[in-house]
């Protein structure tokens, strides 16, 4: 797994964590919310890898976390993506014009 990746768990985890004690719920109240183990919660609220993309997607919306997803999967924000392909796209020919009078 890439270094950032394993960083970027790790801040998920103290997120999750920090979002669920602000609601003064204990892992066993999120995990009832979340209709799944408290193992899961916990490895989440850790960072470990494992842990179903669905799952942490569930928690998120169980913090009202779920807009700031939403900018992640936006395909309009993928600047790098979008800068690649219109790289990739060909030139356009312009002055051509065809003689339409047959």
Request: include cysteine; proline fraction near 2%.
């Amino acid at each position: 797994m890439f270094q950032e990746t394993e960083l970027n768990l790790k801040k998920l985890g103290d997120f999750l964590r920090l979002a669920r004690r602000r609601r003064g719920w204990r892992q066993e109240d999120a995990a009832e919310r979340l209709s799944v183990g408290i193992d899961t919660v916990k490895r989440a609220e850790k960072g470990q890898k494992g842990v179903s993309i669905g799952c942490i997607l569930n928690m998120l919306s169980l913090y009202q976390r779920m807009t700031a997803f939403q900018d992640v999967i936006d395909p309009s924000k993928d600047e790098v993506g979008i800068s690649q392909q219109a790289e990739r796209l060909p030139a356009r020919e312009t002055g051509r014009r065809y003689d339409t009078d047959f």
